[in-house]
């Protein structure tokens, strides 16, 4: 008989009971280091006081009042986001796919406002993930999520990651925008090189086209930045973002510049949930901390500390791991061996870890992993490969 919760994941047989910083605990006792952070998503780590007053607190005032409603929270976070990035304007909703749903509709609406109805098509890239509505799906483009799903709804096209001339070429009439991840989480950790995100800004503009930045996975402080296209010194017209705005709170946001903005006027787009005030009131929580001084270059920081040991082990073990890839803490392993077999070994030595595409690894832990975290993950990655040597190396290499 069918489980009653639907089997749509390969779920490990592990179940946490509580957590504290980046530690999860079962409830028969055994600890597990989260360099997973449900994803990328808890960016506070585990019951955070801060983030996890904030929330009891507004539990208690009021949790949801509908967007029929003034939302002070929802006012003060947007305030606070458009005061620290390039956007002027903020609409909030509940996961990544719905914040991606929502950059597309912007960037449609705004070409139909400025006189180009024609111009609907977005470019995407391969190995993208942009989220699992039937619209993202077309977006992400993997055939091994739309398959069985019937008909791919229509206006997404993709082109090769990296690759200026084959985005220029894919550029057409009907073309509203692009949309990119400044570095690629499930389909590998690939960071987009500077450059190209530089070259992506220079063509939008002189297409007339809009730069849309999928921040779902790589934003909210997980490169060491707020944000990761500040590396690249460019600004897009929008971006969307989930994952760890509200520190594993649901929620999702897309920022756009007024531009485009001014273009979804009352009643062109909307949700029911988006933006309560107990959503907002976690995610005010957590910008609260990543924006106190100091916060993001202890990030990066720690990100560096943490690369140069993955780096010194990718080296140490070439016939487990090609290389050391991405930018920040979204870093992870590109694996020779299964990288399920690299998962199942680092679970092994206690250290939870994402599985990705191009057989990756993410090792992407809370924002707040101390250093002695860092060491001890290291300490537990090497003995994770340890354990996927060939058995005759594996004597060796002891
Ligand atoms: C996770 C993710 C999404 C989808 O977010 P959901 O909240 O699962 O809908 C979209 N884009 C990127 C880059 C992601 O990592």
């Known amino acids: 008989m069918i489980a009653a919760l639907m089997p749509t994941y390969n779920r490990a047989d592990l179940a946490f009971e509580r957590g504290e910083g980046c530690w999860l605990y079962t409830a028969d006792g055994r600890r597990f280091l989260d360099f997973g952070a449900g994803i990328a998503t808890s960016s506070l780590g585990h019951g955070h006081k801060h983030l996890t007053d904030a929330i009891a607190e507004q539990a208690h005032k009021v949790m949801h009042v509908s967007n029929l409603y003034r939302v002070p929270q929802a006012e003060t976070l947007a305030a606070s986001l458009v005061e620290n990035t390039f956007a002027d304007s903020v609409f909030f909703c509940n996961s990544g796919a719905e914040a991606n749903e929502g950059m597309t509709k912007i960037m449609r609406k705004a070409q139909h406002g400025n006189g180009h109805p024609e111009r609907y098509r977005i ?4 190995g993208a993930f942009h989220g699992r509505t039937l619209a993202m799906l077309a977006a992400t483009g993997n055939a091994k999520y739309l398959n069985g799903f019937g008909p791919e709804v229509d206006g997404f096209d993709h082109v090769p990651f990296n690759n200026l001339n084959a985005l220029r070429d894919a550029i057409g009439p009907q073309t509203a925008g692009i949309i990119i991840e400044p570095v690629q989480g499930e389909g590998g950790v690939r960071p987009a090189q500077l450059q190209f995100l530089r070259d992506l800004r220079a063509t939008c503009d002189e297409f007339g086209i809009y730069l849309g930045l999928d921040e779902v996975q790589c934003g909210m402080g997980r490169t060491g930045k707020l944000f990761a296209h500040e590396w690249a010194g460019i600004a897009p017209d929008v971006m969307s973002i989930a994952k760890g705005i509200a520190g594993g709170f649901p929620m999702g946001a897309f920022l756009a510049t007024e531009a485009l903005a001014k273009h979804l006027y009352a009643g062109t787009h909307g949700t ?6 107990l959503a907002c009131a976690a995610a005010n ?14 990030v990066d920081r720690k990100a560096r500390r943490f690369w140069h040991g993955l780096v010194a082990i990718a080296a140490e073990f070439p016939t487990v791991f090609e290389e050391a890839r991405g930018a920040g ?17 680092f679970a092994a030595e206690g250290l939870l870890s994402v599985g990705a595409g191009e057989n990756a690894i993410r090792l992407i832990p ?27 190396l594996s004597v060796a290499a002891k």
């Open 366 to 392: 809370p924002l707040v992993v101390t250093d002695s975290d860092i060491d001890e993950a290291l300490a537990m990655i090497r003995r994770g490969a340890l354990r996927c040597l060939p058995s005759d």
């Open 285 to 298: 929580a957590v910008l609260d901390v990543m924006l106190e001084d100091g916060f993001l270059p202890e």
């Open 123 to 126: 470019i995407c890239f391969e």
């Open 272 to 277: 029911t949930f988006g933006g309560n005030p």
């Open 329 to 345: 803490f979204l870093v992870g392993l590109k694996c020779v061996v299964p990288n399920t077999e690299v998962q199942n070994a």
